[in-house]
């Protein structure tokens, strides 16, 4: 029989198991969990099948693979970011459902718009940068200032209007210089120089 240093009694099945049937835990006197790890596992279980996310089969997921909690599927690692602080290394999400979650987390963040208010946005503007009237509407626009969102563009005149500043002026005299309108100024007076209007 194993001594007793080997062995350890799991709190919540009762049965004693060898020290390696207990996941680490740096906090408690021993330095392992109180729950063995099939325990442990099984509570997780439920815990996800109460929460409404799918969980694989025990054992269902083959080697090199791992269940994704986002979109439910099993794939293979390299659909994975790495994760150092996670206990089997890979992030709990695969790399797709990461990019979806960031892209939301992003307009809410930066804008304060959900995905539905930014698509309701482009479906009033009939999916075309209120500017140029021919790009679809992709990239949200909005004051520097004050933070208001001011409509979705296409990338180059949301990038154009940051070049000039989001200064109302600038964005005329650019226009008045494309309409071919000199902007030169007129000498009035001896080193008085008017500005065109």
Known sequence: MASESEVKRCARCGESKPRAAF???????????????????ESDRKRQRTMGRSMPKLGGVPEGHKHCQGCGE?????????????????????RKCRAVEARANHLKRHYGLTEAERDEMVASQMGLCVICLKAPAVH??????????????????????GKLGDDPDAVRRAAAYLEGIAWKPTLVAPGVYQLPS
Not at 29 to 34: S, T
Not at 81 to 90: L, Q, V
């Open 23 to 41: 996941a680490l835990k740096r906090t408690n006197l021993d330095g392992l969990q109180h729950r063995c790890r099939d325990c442990a596992a």
């Open 74 to 94: 099993t794939k293979p690692h390299s659909d994975w970011h790495r994760k150092g602080s996670a206990s089997d290394g890979w992030a709990s999400r695969c």
């Open 140 to 161: 949200v626009d909005h004051c520097h200032k004050t933070g208001r969102v001011r409509g979705v563009l296409c990338f180059n005149c949301n990038s154009a209007i």
